[in-house]
Antibody
Framework: EVQLVESGGGLVQPGRSLRLSCVAS????????MHWVRQAPGKGLEWVSG????????GYADSVKGRFTISRDNAKNSLYLQMNSLRAEDTAFYYC?????????????WGQGTLVTVSS | QSVLTQPPSVSGAPGRRVTISCTGS?????????VHWYQQLPRTAPKLLIY???NRPSGVPDRFSGSRSGTSASLAITGLQAEDEADYYC???????????FGGGTKVTVL
């Protein structure tokens, strides 16, 4: 059974940093691309960042470019999102998401999400 | 303003058919990139409903179907059921943005 378990969310002040982690199980992690997708409370889905199976292809939404960094450790079956210079508008549930393919295509499994609240 | 445009809401009586449109542009759907659809029930993570424009993952009822034409795509739900009340999102890739784009979401209400 595929499982994606996020951690690292919480309350953080504007301008500070936070690092999200996602531990994967139930599939061969290094065969698939991975993504972070966020959803502000009561709002729609927003793609944040994606990384191919080997980390060679990485992309970011314009809203986080230059502030967020995605990475993965295939030996640890883990995906990360380093979030710097956080803003109030970054407040959202952050979902770890498994791609159907090794490159970017669509999400076939989602984690349960971790809430990041940026507030003073 | 989402890159992919969806109606905010659609509704229908049980047993009826509803469709949700997803309108893009020449840099995403019109460029030939596939469209995928997700269903999000209240207070849960999204679930893949349709991938590659028309394909259903195992376990998704055949009441759900997808199509794509030109710069748009559609999701149809036939034989509407109470359990279909949810938010639905389309997703594709945008070559100008070099990343994924989602529609703003459509809330389906079963009357």
């Amino acid at each position: 059974e595929v499982q994606l378990v996020e951690s690292g969310g919480g309350l953080v002040q504007p301008g500070r940093s936070l690092r999200l982690s996602c531990v994967a199980s139930g599939f061969t992690f290094d065969d698939y691309a991975m993504h972070w997708v966020r959803q502000a409370p009561g709002k729609g889905l927003e793609w944040v960042s994606g990384i191919s199976w080997h980390g060679g292809t990485i992309g970011y939404a314009d809203s986080v470019k230059g502030r967020f960094t995605i990475s993965r450790d295939n030996a640890k079956n883990s995906l990360y999102l380093q979030m710097n210079s956080l803003r109030a508008e970054d407040t959202a549930f952050y979902y770890c998401a498994k791609d159907q393919r090794s490159g970017w295509y669509s999400v076939d499994f989602w984690g349960q999400g971790t809430l990041v609240t940026v507030s003073s | 303003q989402s890159v992919l445009t969806q109606p905010p809401s659609v509704s229908g009586a049980p047993g009826r058919r509803v469709t949700i449109s997803c309108t893009g542009s020449s840099s995403n759907i019109g460029a030939g990139y596939d469209v995928h659809w997700y269903q999000q029930l209240p207070r849960t993570a999204p679930k893949l409903l349709i991938y590659g424009n028309v394909n259903r993952p195992s376990g998704v009822p055949d009441r759900f179907s997808g199509s794509r034409s030109g710069t748009s795509a559609s999701l149809a739900i036939t034989g509407l059921q109470a359990e279909d009340e949810a938010d639905y999102y389309c997703q594709s890739y945008d070559i100008s943005l070099s990343g994924w784009v989602f529609g703003g979401g459509t809330k389906v209400t079963v009357l």
